[in-house]
């Protein structure tokens, strides 16, 4: 083994508190050690120059730089590598500046700890072997389940763009719960309008296959190459596809959970979507009196809906503009809790309607009792702090989004989690919003959680670049730090799969041994520390490794 | 491969850039400011998960970093936008960063001294940072850069005319900001004797600073000595030193010697410093009076390089004591700085009766606390400093009739201009155009001196004009003690025996630039090499000889020190226009010990600044005029790499796009009109960026949330301020501020225990995922809601009074607290609207990018997108949405 | 509880009804010449013993790697180590399909080492002579189960002297079908119940020291552990403990050690490897030749740190091992 | 080098995650922190890649305390690596508790901006030690 070190003084950040010159002379003389240099600054030019110097003429196979920490000068010195021919996994950086001048002022004791930092890089950098950021072969076809906005959205930029689109829908007719809406808020637009224009698009591309009235059966296969097995009307299919977009949206609450409600016994106890559907044919007095009920199958904790259905504030505000706009005389009053009409000129839509006439009373609805005139509604007005008793020709439910009816199976078909509402689990809440644990599929629109219209596009087509981003080439390269699998000692106990998060690992039933799907990899090392015998490893940082750089620290090997 | 433009490096624009990456495009990223992260890098926790918002964001701005598709342009922004055809052609303003980020190691050596203390926008002006700067420690791309905004209004003469080139600008900056330990730290750096020079210094840079061209130059010495009044040099620490087991001598503990081995010392050399004296300090010691330089100061700074490890040996002389040979036998290196310490000879008759004097022998014998006998009358030849000190230091002893005698006039006297004030203030009276020819005695004691007048003839070798003898004007005048102060020489006799080359005055020949000598490893400087000259250019000289000792002993060719600016004048023009700007202050005089009291003992003279004066003068430097960088090069001197570029200019490219996508985000509203709340008036009434700020384990307080120190226990939230708000002409809900209220109320609760906590609001707006959960949790972990946002806020007995009816038990209630939070709405960025008009981008009534609700990234202008705050409140998720949407957007049009 | 009595010599019957079949197997106790063994039946069985009252290995241990399937097999075995077979499941260790595991009430055992020729095979005899006797194995007295309660089925002795069939699971429910006569309620109590409470294993490194320092590194504690399933353990290799050149070079860095090396780290790593499945069997002991007292060691880490995640090894099929499964409320306190 | 010197103070070894722990000891160092030398970090992608056969060997190898930090729960680059951080290491503080060495091992969370909370923590387990270990050589 030939290995290089150079330790960099950093100026007088390094040199002030470590000794380089004793460290470089000690190391001049370690075994295994064929050139040990310490220089004013070795990200200069110069210093550069005599790193890519030394690898030609001593043929170093190692190089250790000891200087600021790995993150800084990020591709800079691995660049350097490469350009002398040297594989850039063979580096080694050891951090002497954050983690040694800087933090420590004796001299005499730093030099020491760098002397151990560099040691345990020597004996890591040991067991380096030479990695390649792998390609692997990806099927530039995108699996999209749900036909609502959100998949179609995806459909349309994923075919725009070029790739194979399978779109599978449950029901006989694309659109989901959009196509439904008479007057979507804001864009006052007919859903149906918004679905046919997109349905049109999409269905003079050859690229687009859509399956009616289809469910997925099978799904297995990893990243860039899952092979799905459709249930459609004529039967079975298998197709294979690079990624998943899992649009199946939301199931509207059905307010026949809470029986207070008296929903479905009386026909003028109503929903906001049955207003959709039939406000046109409502039988209405001439002044009407409408209540609207908000957080139906929200913010309730007794029925196991905790959460803020996100849209149905503004559903409500959509019916009473329309009770309004067509029964001038009309009583519309709406009973809240929080008025959350948060999207984008949400709070002026809100004022306009309560200017046209709407009342919003902030109450707790106690009863609601169908009589032969009307429907009374009780509660306490918690403004007011009294009780009131009114009664209406129309009780219209604003209702919130549940999860989707199939979530489970579908969560367990493609091996990913629910959260505690039985919504899909995303990623990360924040900055991966519609990412799921296992790459290459995602979740898009409600179905992870309650979205509107405009959210669900950004879903459908956010997740959709992201996809094509991970397909376009039609080959991906994979992380170099990997896990591998020695199935000389594979035991075959599984523990790794049960654990893996990424659900990267597999096993072959035949050979009972599991192996990486490397596509899927994240490359945390988890499995590595579960398996008992060590049989599969994350590259870049093997058992023995750190084992040895802990014998550094302990000057124990 | 098809380029894209992504303006605004916040998580809108890392989204979307990092998409638009993976789909194969080439993406310029331009971020305003120093780095990319945008406002979540500022969040200490997000909600409704309180992940650490560094924790989540820092790995996505690293992977802009490292992503070969992105190029990352940070001080930048685009000037124009042409659409040509599909296409843009986008003119793109790159700022200089007046630090070249190949070279820099972010090691931040240069923060410290850099003297400009400004408001770090990254904590919203709850912190200082520098005007050199990285905003904070994950900063992409960790580089520093300079914040300058103005250039210097004045040439910074004093520092070109400064032998040691100290830093006044900066010193005077951090003085009239009341950062005195700085100001002092400032001028330790480049100065090993600051009591020193800020007492006794000729000040040449006063001479030519360009503020004397306004009004009056600035009292720079003064301000030095205020800087180091305010110091105790005992309680300095020396930094730890690497031991290089390199020897070096040093002949004279004089300020040359002195110097020279302090930074020897610094640099980690063994130093030994030979002094023929019982103590050192040479002229310091021994010739300057005490009431100029105490000489317990000079001890002090003696004292500190003794400290740094050098010793020094007293009583020594070279060449009797110890050979020059056997201590260049036994050192690596020697340097020779024994000054001039000989009187120069009147060469007169009479020289030699007793009661005449060497002007430097008095001095000494006075300053060694010998008792000298001078008598009644006593006669000064001389118009030299040490004519003037030996006078009034004669003046001190009781003489009552001190004359000094010179042979010019008082133009051509060599003295300083205030030394020959004060001395004529203390009564002693100068005899000019005078000459003494000889010396009488009377009973072997002197009596009496014979004079002749001069007149002034044509000028000598020196410029001066020479005086010549008037005829006949021989007068006498009678004298007990006579005290001749000529001039100096050297006593080099001791370097001849090993060969060092002397000039014909007895001078050692050097390198002017390098100190050496002709012999290897001898080095010289100070008045040994020059003859008679100043405190201020023996340290540099000594420091000149250290630097190249450093480099002769690692074998390394001398540096050469950079060539010297000569000081600058303001030109007629700079003149007039800084007058019409600078209104004439004059300078602040440092105050005095009154003649009476002065003239009775050895008590220091000068009194010192009041710390008000000190401010109030040195805040008249010109240079401390502007806001930014001042430009005063510290940060290059620092900076070991030679990163910093002052020269840097500002670039301004034309590169074509295919499509753009915005991303500038948002401000946040500034409540200072809402009178009501008192923000800006009322202490403790601050917005709910700042408490983020606070709250940040990364902020100024290091997540300690304090105000003025102190912990609060009692805080009140304020919800809606400026969003739902016609007033403030936004009808709009801000979407962030009800949960960024619950975060930080939960965060409250989390961090102080038994914190107070009222939230007033009108609707809690919980709409996202896990939101209502997080609302519910803070609620019942014990903050309170109240329904009804307060009227007014007041000071109260012991805090802050809110007045808030609470509208759902209809009660009026006052509550006093510690700490009021406005949850200020958002608002687009200031620059957006420049940004639209640029590109023709129409925008709503807020000001914010019109977008449609069916495609919401696309703008008036194909082509060009939007994503996050820009078109509207988003929360985190939503704008990361939003960013992909725009990309898949963009992906189309370029596509087509 | 709903179960089938068992009477006189039933169980034989039943059993060999089952081999009768050339494909069946039957994994259980024989009475012979030398006392009582684990043996694999095939055809028919003579000299059926449901009790053994000494403990060699652990009948699990043969179990290892059992993938085929098609012969069915019952396992008529002891508590310990039927947990140790479920343990085996969950490591993907054994083809469960055709196998039927049967727990039977367990009075104790006396050690391989211990064995002498008195040892009784009837339940009523064992107890009265364990009640005259200190012989009883320490890992069998500190037993946290001794009922036949896990596995697919499980035969019981209840306070009256007789023995009952209880079926757990569907293949408990085939095994039960196979036994003559009606399901009908237990009435009477069952002769043992739930182990009490062991205290807390607490222990200091001294003691662990100086209880090792016989250890001569032959592994056999490992070899003979029910659970200890991998097929090349770590500690084969020269990572942990080097040998021949690799400790030669070992001993050149950083100088002396003590040889055998290691042993510590052995069964320190080794402790934490099963702490999860360890059934607490006490076969490292058994094996163990220079008597170490493994089993006060093994078991007593593996109770406390199942206790952590209310688990414990071999009571169900369906508990994941801890290790490879979390909660995201839990361990509050666990961050220091 | 310093034998005598080091032997006095405790050897620590921690196990830091590249994407919270190890970004705030990066912070720390380059806000010029100061903690004790005996801390030495060793950087794994993710504190899931600590196996505690890693903290066994560093304690019999004479290391006077470990620690494994990674982000706090929910926060992992890895999604949910440290939820299985947490179950091993408690599981092994539980087992070094049997031995009477609970003081050997610790778990932190530290996120990347949690810098001084990193120099906290590891200086607080160090003077704690440190100070355990002097009582123990005078008794």
Same mark, same amino acid.
């Given at each position: 083994m030939k290995t290089g070190i150079f330790i960099c003084h950093c100026g007088h950040n390094i040199k002030h508190t470590v000794d380089v010159k004793k460290l470089s002379n000690f190391f001049k003389k370690y075994p295994g050690v064929t050139v040990s240099n310490d220089y004013p600054f070795v990200c200069s030019e110069p210093g550069q120059?005599?790193?890519?110097?030394?690898?030609?003429?001593?043929?170093?196979?190692?190089?250790?730089?000891?200087?600021?920490?790995?993150?800084?000068?990020?591709?800079?010195?691995?660049?350097?590598?490469k350009k002398s021919d040297l594989n850039p996994f063979l580096l080694r950086r050891v951090s002497i500046r954050e983690h040694c001048s800087w933090v420590g002022d004796d001299i005499e004791i730093n030099t020491e700890k760098a002397r151990r930092l560099i040691l345990a890089g020597l004996y890591s950098a040991a067991h380096y072997v030479p990695l390649e950021e792998k390609r692997v072969e990806v099927t530039k076809s995108a699996l999209i389940i749900g036909g609502g906005v959100s998949g179609l959205s995806a459909a349309d930029f994923l075919s725009k763009m070029g790739m194979q689109v399978y779109l599978v829908e449950k029901e006989a007719e694309l659109g989901g719960h959009v196509k439904n809406l008479k007057n979507i808020?804001?864009?006052?637009?007919?859903?149906?309008?918004?679905?046919?224009?997109?349905?049109?698009?999409?269905?003079?591309?050859?690229?687009?296959?859509?399956?009616?009235?289809?469910?997925?059966?099978?799904?297995?296969?990893?990243?860039?190459?899952?092979?799905?097995?459709?249930?459609t009307l004529e039967g079975e299919k298998k197709l294979t596809a690079g990624g998943v977009i899992i649009a199946i949206g939301f199931s509207p609450f059905d307010p026949r959970i809470k029986p207070e409600l008296q929903y479905g016994k009386d026909k003028r106890i109503i929903t906001t979507l049955e207003f959709e559907h039939n406000a046109d044919t409502l039988q209405l007095p001439e002044k009407p009196r409408v209540a609207i009920l908000h957080c139906v199958g929200s913010r309730d904790e007794q029925i196991g809906k905790p959460y803020c259905s996100r849209v149905c504030c503004i559903n409500a505000l959509r019916v009473g503009e329309a009770i309004k706009d067509k029964y001038k005389d009309s009583y519309v009053e709406s009973f809240y809790m929080d008025v959350r009409a948060h999207p984008r000129g949400g709070e002026e839509y809100f004022e306009d309607t309560q200017e046209k006439g709407v009342l919003f009373t902030r109450a707790n609805v106690a009863e609601i009792n169908p009589s032969l005139t009307g429907i009374v509604i009780r509660g306490e007005d918690t403004l007011f702090g009294e009780i009131f008793e009114r009664e209406f020709d129309l009780v219209v439910l604003s209702i919130g989004m549940s999860p989707p009816v199939d979530n489970k199976l579908t969560a367990s078909l493609l091996k990913i989690t629910l959260d505690k509402d039985k919504f899909f689990m995303e990623a990360h809440i924040k900055l991966r919003p519609f990412d799921t644990a296992v790459k290459g599929i995602f979740i898009a629109g409600s179905?992870?959680?309650?979205?509107?219209?405009?959210?669900?596009?950004?879903?459908?087509?956010?997740?959709?670049?992201?996809?094509?981003?991970?397909?376009?080439?039609?080959?991906?390269?994979?992380?170099?730090?990997?896990?591998?699998?020695?199935?000389?000692?594979?035991?075959?106990?599984?523990?790794?799969e049960q654990a893996c998060v990424a659900k990267a690992i597999k096993y072959d039933e035949e050979k009972r041994v599991v192996h990486v799907e490397e596509a899927a990899c994240m490359g945390c090392g988890l499995c590595n520390a579960t398996c008992p015998s060590s049989a599969i490893s994350l590259k870049g940082y093997i058992d023995c490794m750190i084992d040895d750089e802990i014998s550094a620290f302990m000057e124990a090997i | 491969m098809n380029k894209v433009l992504v303006v605004g490096g916040g998580i809108g624009g890392i989204t979307a850039a990092l998409e638009l990456a993976s789909c194969g495009v080439s993406v310029t990223m331009l971020e305003e400011g120093p780095s990319i992260g945008g406002?979540?890098?500022?969040?200490?926790?997000?909600?409704?998960?309180?992940?650490?918002?560094?924790?989540?964001?820092?790995?996505?701005?690293?992977?802009?970093?490292?992503?070969?598709?992105?190029?990352?342009?940070?001080?930048?922004?685009?000037?124009?936008?042409?659409?040509?055809?599909?296409?843009?052609?986008?003119?793109?303003?790159?700022?200089?960063?007046?630090?070249?980020?190949?070279?820099?190691?972010?090691?931040?050596?240069?923060?410290?001294?850099?003297?400009?203390?400004?408001?770090?926008?990254?904590?919203?002006?709850?912190?200082?940072?520098?005007?050199?700067?990285?905003?904070?420690?994950?900063?992409?791309?960790?580089?520093?850069?300079?914040?300058?905004?103005?250039d210097r209004p004045c040439k910074a003469a004093c520092v070109d005319a400064c032998p040691i080139h100290t830093n006044v600008l900066g010193y005077l900056k951090h003085i009239s900001e009341g950062r005195f330990t700085d100001a002092y730290m400032l001028i330790r750096a480049t100065n090993p004797f600051p009591s020193v020079c800020g007492r006794v210094c000729y000040a040449p840079c006063e001479q030519v600073c360009n503020r004397g061209q306004l009004d009056d130059p600035l009292a720079i010495r003064d301000l030095k000595r205020f800087a180091v009044d305010r110091f105790d040099l005992d309680s300095l620490e020396p930094s730890q030193i690497q031991k290089t087991e390199k020897k070096v001598a040093v002949i004279g503990a004089g300020p040359a010697g002195l110097a020279c081995a302090h930074d020897l010392a610094v640099e980690g050399h063994e130093v030994t410093v030979f002094e023929v004296l019982p103590e050192p300090g040479g002229m310091l010691r021994y010739a300057i009076p005490e009431y100029r330089l105490p000489k317990e100061e000079l001890r002090k700074e003696i004292r500190y390089i003794e400290r740094l490890g050098v010793t020094i040996r007293c009583g020594i002389e070279v060449g009797n004591d110890v050979t020059l040979d056997a201590i260049k036998n036994d050192y690596d290196a020697v340097f020779v700085g024994t000054g001039a310490p000989k009187g120069l000879l009147l060469d007169v008759e009479g020289e030699n009766l007793p009661g005449v004097m060497d002007g430097l022998k008095f001095l000494r014998a006075v300053n060694s606390g010998e008792s000298v006998e001078t008598g009644k009358s006593v006669a000064i030849i001389g118009g030299g400093n040490t004519a003037i000190d030996c006078a009034r230091t004669v003046r001190r002893l009781g003489s009552e009739n001190v004359k000094v005698i010179y042979r010019r006039t008082r133009d051509e006297m060599p003295a300083a201009h205030e030394e020959i004030e004060a001395l004529l203030q203390e009564g002693i009276e100068i005899q000019f155009l005078t000459t003494p020819v000889c010396f009488y005695a009377d009973n072997g004691k002197l009596s009496r001196m014979e004079c002749i007048r001069m007149k002034l003839g044509e000028p000598d070798a020196s410029g001066r004009r020479r005086p010549v003898p008037v005829e006949n004007s021989e007068f006498s005048i009678s004298v007990d003690s006579v005290i001749t102060s000529l001039g100096q020489a050297t006593q080099t006799s001791f370097v001849e025996e090993i060969g060092v080359l002397l000039a014909k005055n007895g001078t050692i020949e050097v390198n002017p630039l390098t100190g050496l000598t002709n012999v290897e490893g001898i080095f010289a400087g100070g008045d040994v090499s020059t003859g008679p000259a100043y405190v201020v250019d023996a340290i540099a000289a000594g420091q000149r000889a250290a630097l190249s000792i450093s480099c002769y002993l690692k074998n390394e060719p001398a540096t050469m020190t950079k060539a010297v600016k000569k000081p600058e004048r303001l030109t007629e023009d700079e003149v007039v226009d800084l007058t019409a700007k600078i209104p004439r202050v004059g300078r602040i005089h440092m105050p005095e010990i009154s003649v009476k009291e002065r003239v009775t003992n050895f008590g220091e003279v000068a009194i010192g600044y009041s710390p008000e004066d000190a401010m109030a003068e040195a805040s008249r430097c010109l240079a401390g005029h502007i806001e930014g960088c001042i430009q005063c090069g510290e940060c290059e001197k620092l900076c070991e790499v030679r990163a910093v570029d002052h020269t840097m200019r500002d670039e301004i490219v034309d590169i074509e796009y295919d499509s753009i996508v915005l991303a500038p985000g948002f401000d946040l509203y500034d409540p200072t009109e809402k009178r009501e709340y008192g923000y800006g008036t009322l202490e403790g009434v601050i917005t709910g960026i700042e408490f983020e700020r606070i709250c940040s384990v990364t902020g100024p307080t290091g997540g300690d949330i304090l105000l003025n120190g102190k912990t609060p226990r009692r805080f009140y939230f304020i919800q809606c301020v400026g969003s739902r708000d016609r007033q403030s002409g936004a009808r709009f809900c801000s979407r962030v501020c009800c949960m960024y209220t619950a975060k930080h109320a939960s965060i409250v609760k989390d961090r102080i225990k038994g914190a107070e906590i009222y939230v007033s609001y009108i609707d809690v707006r919980a709409y996202g995922k896990g939101y209502e959960e997080f609302y519910k949790s803070t609620q019942e972990s014990g903050t309170f809601y109240i329904r009804g946002i307060p009227g007014e806020i007041t000071k109260g007995e012991n805090g802050l009074l809110v007045r808030v009816e609470n509208m759902l038990s209809g009660e009026m209630r006052e509550i006093e607290v510690d700490i009021v939070i406005l949850a200020t709405g958002v608002r687009p960025r200031k620059g957006t609207e420049e940004l639209c008009n640029i590109m023709s981008i129409e925008r709503d009534e807020y000001g914010f990018i019109k977008v449609d609700s069916i495609t919401p990234s696309r703008t008036n202008v194909a082509g060009i997108f939007v994503c996050g705050m820009a078109s509207g409140p988003k929360d985190v998720p939503d704008t990361v949405a939003s960013g992909g949407e725009a990309a898949s957007r963009c992906m189309e049009y370029i596509n087509q | 509880m709903l179960g089938k009595k068992i009477k006189n010599g039933s169980i034989e019957d039943t059993l060999n009804r089952f081999l009768k079949d050339d494909q069946h197997l039957i994994l259980g106790f024989e009475k012979g010449e030398n006392g009582v063994s684990l043996r694999a039946f095939k055809n028919h069985l003579d000299h059926y013993s449901l009790l053994n009252p000494i403990f060699s290995t652990n009948g699990a241990l043969h179990l290892r790697r059992l993938f085929s399937k098609g012969t069915k097999i019952i396992l008529m075995l002891r508590p310990c180590e039927i947990r140790a077979y479920i343990e085996l499941i969950k490591l993907n260790q054994i083809?469960?399909? #055709?196998? /039927?595991?049967?727990?039977? !009430?367990? &009075?104790?055992?006396?050690?391989? $080492?211990?064995? +002498? #020729?008195? /040892?009784?095979?009837?339940? !009523?005899? &064992?107890?009265?002579?364990?009640? $005259?006797?200190? +012989?009883?194995?320490?890992?069998?007295?500190?037993?946290?189960?001794r009922r036949g309660v896990v596995g697919d089925a499980g035969i019981r002795i209840d306070r009256?002297?007789?023995?009952?069939?209880?079926?757990?699971?569907?293949?408990?429910d085939s095994f039960l079908s196979l036994i003559e006569g009606e399901s009908e309620e237990s009435k009477t109590e069952m002769l043992m119940s739930g182990s009490e409470k062991q205290d807390q294993f607490q222990i200091d490194m001294k003691t662990f020291s100086k209880d090792f320092s016989k250890c001569i590194m032959c592994m056999n504690c490992r070899d003979m552990c029910p659970v200890c399933y991998c097929i090349d353990c770590v500690f084969n290799g020269d990572e942990y403990l080097p040998k021949g050149d690799a400790?030669?070079?070992?001993?050149?860095?950083?100088?002396?050690?003590?040889?055998?090396?290691?042993?510590?780290?052995?069964?320190?790593?080794?402790?934490?490897?099963?702490?999860?499945?360890?059934?607490?069997?006490?076969?490292?002991?058994?094996?163990?030749?220079?008597?170490?007292?493994?089993?006060?060691?093994?078991?007593?880490?593996?109770?406390?740190?199942?206790?952590?995640?209310?688990?414990?090894?071999?009571?169900?099929?369906?508990?994941?091992?801890?290790?490879v499964t979390f909660l995201e409320d839990e361990l509050k306190d666990a961050e220091d | 080098m310093l034998q005598d010197k080091a032997e006095k103070n405790p050897e620590i070894i921690g196990f830091a995650c590249s994407y919270c722990t190890f970004k705030a000891s990066e912070m720390a160092g380059s806000l010029r922190m100061k903690y004790p030398d005996g801390v030495k970090l060793v950087q794994v992608p993710c504190s899931s890649r600590v196996d505690p056969a890693f903290v066994i060997k560093a304690i019999f190898e004479g290391a006077d305390g470990v620690f494994v930090a990674g982000c706090h729960p929910g926060d992992c680059?890895?999604?949910?690596?440290?939820?299985?951080?947490?179950?091993?290491?408690?599981?092994?503080?539980?087992?070094?508790?049997?031995?009477?060495?609970?003081?050997?091992?610790?778990?932190?969370?530290?996120?990347?901006?949690?810098?001084?909370?990193?120099?906290?923590?590891?200086?607080?387990?160090?003077?704690?030690?440190?100070?355990?270990?002097?009582?123990?050589?005078?008794?």
């Open positions: 120059d005599m790193i890519s110097e030394s690898i030609e003429k001593q043929g170093l196979d190692r190089v250790i730089i000891a200087s600021c920490t790995p993150s800084l000068h990020g591709e800079l010195f691995k660049d350097l590598l808020w804001p864009a006052r637009k007919d859903g149906k309008s918004i679905i046919d224009e997109m349905i049109e698009e999409l269905a003079g591309r050859e690229n687009v296959e859509i399956f009616a009235s289809t469910t997925i059966s099978g799904f297995e296969g990893f990243f860039g190459n899952y092979e799905v097995t459709l249930d179905c992870s959680g309650p979205k509107d219209v405009e959210e669900s596009i950004n879903h459908g087509r956010a997740s959709a670049v992201k996809l094509f981003g991970f397909l376009n080439l039609g080959y991906a390269y994979v992380d170099p730090f990997i896990s591998y699998v020695d199935p000389k000692r594979c035991s075959g106990c599984r523990m790794c | 406002r979540m890098i500022q969040l200490d926790k997000t909600f409704p998960t309180l992940d650490c918002s560094t924790c989540t964001l820092s790995p996505k701005m690293v992977e802009v970093a490292l992503n070969h598709n992105i190029e990352l342009l940070s001080w930048a922004k685009p000037m124009a936008v042409k659409k040509a055809g599909q296409k843009f052609q986008v003119t793109i303003l790159k700022k200089s960063r007046y630090v070249d980020i190949m070279k820099c190691t972010a090691c931040g050596s240069c923060f410290p001294g850099c003297p400009v203390v400004m408001k770090s926008e990254f904590n919203m002006g709850t912190g200082p940072r520098k005007a050199i700067y990285i905003p904070f420690p994950q900063a992409i791309p960790n580089k520093a850069s300079i914040d300058k905004r103005e | 083809e469960r399909e #055709d196998i /039927i595991a049967v727990s039977i !009430d367990c &009075l104790g055992a006396v050690s391989s $080492k211990d064995k +002498t #020729d008195d /040892i009784p095979t009837e339940a !009523d005899q &064992l107890r009265e002579y364990f009640k $005259k006797t200190d +012989t009883i194995r320490w890992a069998c007295n500190v037993c946290r189960e009256d002297g007789l023995f009952w069939a209880f079926s757990y699971t569907e293949k408990g400790l030669l070079n070992k001993i050149l860095r950083s100088g002396p050690v003590q040889l055998p090396q290691g042993k510590e780290l052995f069964h320190f790593i080794r402790m934490y490897h099963v702490s999860q499945t360890c059934v607490g069997c006490g076969a490292c002991e058994e094996a163990c030749p220079q008597g170490i007292p493994l089993t006060k060691y093994f078991k007593g880490t593996s109770e406390r740190l199942q206790s952590m995640f209310s688990y414990m090894s071999g009571r169900s099929f369906d508990e994941p091992i801890p290790y | 680059h890895f999604i949910k690596g440290n939820y299985f951080t947490r179950r091993k290491i408690a599981a092994l503080k539980e087992m070094f508790d049997a031995f009477s060495m609970n003081d050997k091992l610790r778990l932190f969370w530290v996120s990347a901006a949690e810098a001084r909370r990193f120099v906290e923590k590891v200086t607080g387990m160090y003077n704690e030690i440190k100070e355990r270990k002097n009582v123990r050589k005078e008794n």
